[in-house]
């Protein structure tokens, strides 16, 4: 079965650090640009972070800049995204994405890409004050 699963949520208290991960099964993420998305309840979907098929490209919200970073172990078919200094309004249920044909750079609007390969079901993340 050709699956992302996300890994790695749970409840941590503001100031504090998750690490999730994303792996697939049943491909291999090597040829694929990864993302992070997120969504609180009553809220749109966010674009978090993504990074390119070689690793050398990544890019974040403005929301999340200086306290998330994304990297990807295409050895372990896993992408990771760690996350230090965390807020109440990280409070979320994260997803994973992959697409082949998905921009991941400077002025590719590449949180609003629309044409994803794969979704993970998400992993919960609550981050308490």
């Known amino acids: 079965q050709l699956q992302l699963v996300e890994s790695g949520g749970g409840l941590v208290q503001a100031g504090g650090s998750l690490r999730l991960s994303c792996a697939a099964s049943?491909?291999?993420?090597?040829?694929?640009?990864i993302g992070w998305f997120r969504q609180a309840p009553g809220k749109e979907r966010e674009g978090v972070s993504c990074i390119g098929s070689s690793g050398s490209t990544t890019r974040y919200a403005d929301s999340v800049k200086g306290r998330f970073t994304i990297s990807r172990d295409n050895a372990k078919n896993t992408v990771y995204l760690q996350m230090n200094s965390l807020e109440p309004e990280d409070t979320a249920v994260y997803h994973c994405?992959?697409?082949?044909?998905?921009?991941?750079?400077?002025?590719?609007?590449?949180?609003?890409?629309?044409?994803?390969?794969?979704w993970g079901k998400g992993t919960l993340v609550t981050v308490s004050s």
């Open positions: 049943g491909f291999t993420l090597d040829y694929y640009t």
């Open positions: 994405a992959a697409a082949r044909l998905w921009g991941c750079f400077s002025g590719s609007n590449w949180s609003r890409y629309s044409g994803m390969d794969y």
